[in-house]
């Protein structure tokens, strides 16, 4: 996977692939999490490689939201001239124990040319993770989507300054709607309440107890 062709571009994913011992551990991963069933039927076979800054997600690593700030860099196995459809959310809001705002959609963009997320449209900006105090753990998954043809969103764009309409979301539903059909690729990550925090819901439009 990845090697380049002779004309400089890299050879694409053809056909099925087989899943090798890092995709089996993506599984039982998201198995032994929880995410499947709680966000997913199905876990994705892949590793989606996530950095934040200086460090790395590493399937159910715990991180803090201080270091989880700023949007990370993603990377899958991509096809050329394939798009994408990446998502970031948090199946635990308000807490693991009680998730009745459960799933809180952290970052959504759609239409990535293989792994440029850069060039893909922006449904939703990225907000950085922000448990409640007390709440323990939370965790953050991110999955990547291949998308049959280009798709015309019909989402509100969401800023990183808006949190209104971003919990009680289904990202099953979403795929659904849109024929995504299960993640290609995945990861995820744990962290709870830090000092943060409230500079994040202070940035927020829409007001949320902090």
Not at 17 to 27: A, I, W
Not at 139 to 145: A, E, F, N
Not at 190 to 208: F, G, H, M, N, S
Request: proline share 7%; net charge positive; glycine share 8%.
């Amino acid at each position: 996977k990845g090697k380049k062709r002779k004309n400089g571009k890299k050879k694409g994913r053809k056909g099925k692939k087989k899943t090798g011992k890092d995709g089996n551990r993506v599984e039982a991963k998201f198995k032994e999490s929880g995410i499947v069933p709680d966000v997913l039927d199905t876990p994705p076979k892949e590793k989606a490689e996530v950095k934040f800054d200086d460090v790395r997600a590493g399937l159910g690593k715990t991180l803090t939201p201080t270091e989880t700030k700023n949007q990370p860099k993603v990377k899958w196995p991509a096809e050329d001239g394939q798009l994408y459809t990446l998502v970031m959310l948090d199946p635990d809001t308000p807490s693991r124990a009680d998730p009745r705002y459960r799933q809180w959609k952290h970052w959504l963009v759609g239409n990535i040319p293989a792994n440029d997320i850069s060039s893909g449209d922006v449904i939703s900006e990225y907000i950085s993770p922000i448990p409640t105090v007390g709440s323990g753990l939370h965790r953050y998954v991110i999955l990547v989507y291949e998308q049959t043809k280009r798709l015309d969103f019909d989402e509100p764009r969401q800023t990183s300054a808006s949190a209104r309409g971003r919990g009680v979301w289904k990202v099953r539903a979403f795929a659904e709607k849109y024929e995504l059909g299960d993640p290609v690729a995945g990861n995820f990550f744990e962290a709870e309440w830090d000092k943060w925090v409230p500079k994040v819901y202070d940035q927020l439009a829409t007001k949320r107890k902090k």
